[in-house]
């Protein structure tokens, strides 16, 4: 039997002579302030949702995904024409369910339930489900509708204002997020070779979010957010990853190994051989110009079909190579079959 101080001593959390830490009773403080007499904090137990990794292994995952940031800082800029930083600011575990209550939120790393996870999405927003062979399962990736807009306002030309609309994604829209997706699904790639090497692919882009849900279920995944910021908008790119993908590379993830598995060239050669690769790829209007020559307005009107044009040039002179309307090549002209080609003979200053 407890006495009436040994029940007031339980209700209020106090310890006990054995020096152990007494739960507290609803209404009272919360037991994860709790200290006992030597010292140790009492660390509540969720046993709905306890944690799947270590925080080592959260360490790991944190790791990699910051080098995924810095890959996209490289790869993103080119493709939107226009300054990006994304960066992973925190790590943290939970269930979704508690996570979402919170919202907003700064964006992190966290663990949780899928379902809890995409409450209160905006109807605007594209998910992207991405394979992860020979992984099992889906990954979701989408980014928050401000973001999005701001990319189609690039993508299309324009000049972001900062006004954000729920209005339904265009099957245009829809598309040039989709190219968006691809190039960060390269670079998933390259920061996952880190732990193992899978072959990423895009299976399949909606914004319908039950559909996400009945094809993810319930189960729980680790959230990777990243933060974007874009023409004075902030917002984040989440990635949610579920349990069974990371569960066969679980004995993987450590910190040291992935730190140790970086290549021997520095990130700025790096980011170099990525950026100068990327460039390769860009489409340039190319222009051999023949020569030049000055008119009277009287005679460019008068110009009929069989009339002769003398140009500011000899048969003998070299030609200009013109690339985005700037010379850069002296050339003599030639042909090869029905083509008119252009022999580069040196390079302009």
Same mark, same amino acid.
């Given at each position: 039997?407890?006495?009436?101080?040994?029940? *007031?001593?339980?209700?209020? &959390?106090?310890? &006990?002579?054995? &020096?152990?830490?007494?739960?507290?009773?609803? &209404? =009272?403080? *919360?037991? @994860?302030?709790?200290?006992? @007499?030597?010292?140790?904090?009492?660390q509540p137990f969720n046993f709905w949702s306890p944690d799947r990794f270590s925080q080592e292994q959260m360490r790991a995952i944190s790791i990699m995904h910051e080098d995924l940031a810095e890959r996209? @800082?490289? =790869?993103?800029?080119? /493709?939107l024409r226009a300054n990006l930083k994304p960066r992973l600011v925190h790590a943290e575990q939970g269930r979704l369910h508690d996570m979402m209550e919170e919202l907003p939120r700064v964006v992190h790393t966290e663990q949780g339930r899928l379902h809890d996870l995409m409450m209160g999405q905006d109807p605007s927003q594209? /998910? #992207?489900?991405?394979?992860?062979?020979?992984?099992?399962g889906l990954i979701i990736m989408s980014i928050t509708p401000n973001i999005n807009n701001v990319i189609l306002e690039l993508r299309l030309g324009g000049? @972001?204002?900062?006004? #954000?609309t729920q209005e339904a994604l265009t099957k245009i829209d829809q598309m040039l997020l989709v190219d968006f997706a691809k190039v960060v699904i390269h670079d998933i790639k390259e920061s996952w070779k880190k732990l193992t090497d899978v072959e990423p692919e895009l299976e399949d882009s909606t914004?319908?979010? #039950?559909?996400?849900?009945?094809?993810?279920?319930?189960?729980?995944?680790?959230?990777?957010?990243?933060? $974007? +910021?874009?023409?004075?908008?902030?917002g984040a790119m989440n990635i949610y990853i579920p349990f069974k993908m990371l569960k066969p590379v679980a004995p993987l993830l450590r910190p040291q190994s992935l730190l140790s598995s970086k290549s021997a060239k520095s990130e700025k050669v790096v980011q170099k051989e990525t950026s100068?690769? +990327?460039? =390769?790829?860009? #489409?340039?209007?190319?222009?051999?110009?023949?020569?030049?020559?000055?008119? +009277?307005?009287?005679?460019?009107?008068? $110009?009929?079909?069989?009339d002769v044009i003398p140009l500011e040039r000899f048969l003998d002179d070299q030609l200009t190579v013109q690339i985005v309307n700037r010379t850069r090549f002296l050339a003599h002209a030639g042909r090869v079959g029905k083509r008119i080609i252009a022999q580069i003979v040196s390079i302009v200053d």
């Open positions: 039997m407890l006495n009436q101080d040994e029940i *007031d001593a339980l209700i209020s &959390g106090e310890v &006990g002579e054995d &020096g152990v830490a007494v739960a507290t009773a609803p &209404g =009272s403080t *919360d037991i @994860s302030k709790q200290v006992s @007499s030597k010292g140790k904090s009492i996209l @800082s490289t =790869s993103l800029p080119p /493709f594209l /998910f #992207h489900m991405i394979t992860m062979d020979p992984l099992p000049k @972001s204002e900062g006004i #954000h914004n319908n979010t #039950h559909w996400i849900q009945m094809t993810m279920g319930n189960e729980r995944v680790l959230l990777i957010s990243i933060e $974007l +910021r874009l023409h004075e908008e902030t100068i690769d +990327r460039l =390769s790829k860009v #489409h340039l209007p190319v222009r051999l110009v023949l020569g030049n020559a000055t008119m +009277r307005l009287g005679d460019l009107a008068n $110009l009929s079909p069989g």
